[in-house]
């Protein structure tokens, strides 16, 4: 099945620096690949998807890359303030069924003031 | 469109009872998830429904677990006789069938004592 890891547990970064987070994954490669933020106590909240045939997406402060030759995605978050600080979480396909997707342990990212 | 909304928000049970949560989806969604997560981790996979049929259950989930989505709307997640791992936040997501992002509601949190 696969298998999903995110670079750090805790990113601490100061405010107004670019954040990067890592999304590995070790064996199926998925057709798409997700971001979502997850507040304390609240549910993940979806943030960006990027296909197998793109390389880069960008949203406002928000830029992933998708490199499935490393089977790695990176998440940037420029400019970053601290309503950014938050837990970010990478799920993709579990296998080519497609049907379900599965999360990786997420980052939790803190952007200091 | 008031989001995936999901009951209880929180639930206290002794160990051995046994407990139900709800979920209803985004209304025109014909995808439900069902996951669990646990302090720290990401959220696991437990069950998926497309429209009333249940298409795939995680193999980690023990006999004491079971859902259902009887009309295709609201679904239903019961544990019988639970047990103190079983304290975790219950999340349910609904998709469409063309976008793939999942919307999450806000979870369950249960505490088995």
């Known amino acids: 099945s696969q298998k999903i890891e995110q670079n750090s547990e805790a990113l601490n970064i100061q405010e107004g620096k670019t954040a990067t987070l890592t999304c590995n994954y070790t064996n199926y490669s998925p057709a798409y690949l997700q971001w979502y933020r997850q507040d304390p106590g609240r549910g993940p909240v979806f943030l960006l998807l990027?296909?197998?045939?793109?390389k880069e997406k960008r949203k406002e402060r928000l830029k992933v890359t998708f490199d499935t030759t490393l089977k790695q995605s990176l998440f940037h978050i420029t400019a970053s303030q601290p309503a950014d600080s938050a837990t970010y979480l990478c799920a993709l396909e579990e296998d080519n069924y497609g049907q379900n997707f599965v999360f990786g342990p997420g980052t939790r990212l803190s952007v200091l003031p | 469109d008031t989001g995936v909304s999901q009951d209880p928000r929180h639930k206290i049970t002794k160990r051995g009872q046994n407990v139900t949560f709800r979920c209803d989806p985004i209304s025109e969604h014909n995808r439900l998830y069902w996951y669990r997560q646990t302090l720290g981790q990401g959220p696991e996979f437990l069950t998926y429904f497309q429209n009333e049929a249940q298409l795939e259950k995680s193999r980690l989930l023990s006999d004491r677990f079971s859902a259902e989505r009887p009309k295709g709307s609201f679904s239903t997640l019961e544990i019988q006789r639970t047990e103190q791992g079983d304290s975790a936040m219950y999340l349910c997501a609904s998709s469409s069938q063309t976008n793939t992002e999942a919307f999450f509601g806000q979870g369950t949190r249960l505490t088995v004592v």
């Open positions: 990027i296909r197998e045939n793109e």
